[in-house]
Nanobody
């Protein structure tokens, strides 16, 4: 059974930091590009960041570039999203998803997706 389990979300003040994790199982993790996608209330999904299968290439949406860092540990079948300088507009449910080079910057094309973790940025 394929599982993607996100954790690390919560309530944080503007300017604060959070680190999200996503633990994967049930598929060959090291062969997949992995991404983070978010969805704010009342809005469609937004692509946030992608990391290639080996971890050497990363991609970011302009809205998070310079503030967020994606990484992966293939030995632990886990990806991470370090989020710094958080803003209220970063408030959303954050999902991790598995895909390939064909869907690097897509918010809606992937092979597997987790259930999400809530991030709320508010004072």
């Amino acid at each position: 059974e394929v599982q993607l389990v996100e954790s690390g979300g919560g309530l944080v003040q503007p300017g604060g930091s959070l680190r999200l994790s996503c633990a994967a199982s049930g598929f060959t993790f090291g062969r997949f590009y992995m991404k983070w996608v978010r969805q704010a209330p009342g809005k469609g999904p937004e692509w946030v960041s992608t990391i290639n299968s080996g971890g050497g290439d990363t991609y970011y949406a302009d809205s998070v570039k310079g503030r967020f860092t994606i990484s992966r540990d293939n030995a632990k079948n886990t990806i991470y999203l370090q989020m710094n300088s958080l803003k209220p507009e970063d408030t959303a449910v954050y999902y991790c998803a598995a895909g390939g080079s064909w869907s690097t910057r897509s918010a809606s094309v992937y092979q597997y997706r987790g259930q999400g973790t809530q991030v709320t940025v508010s004072s």
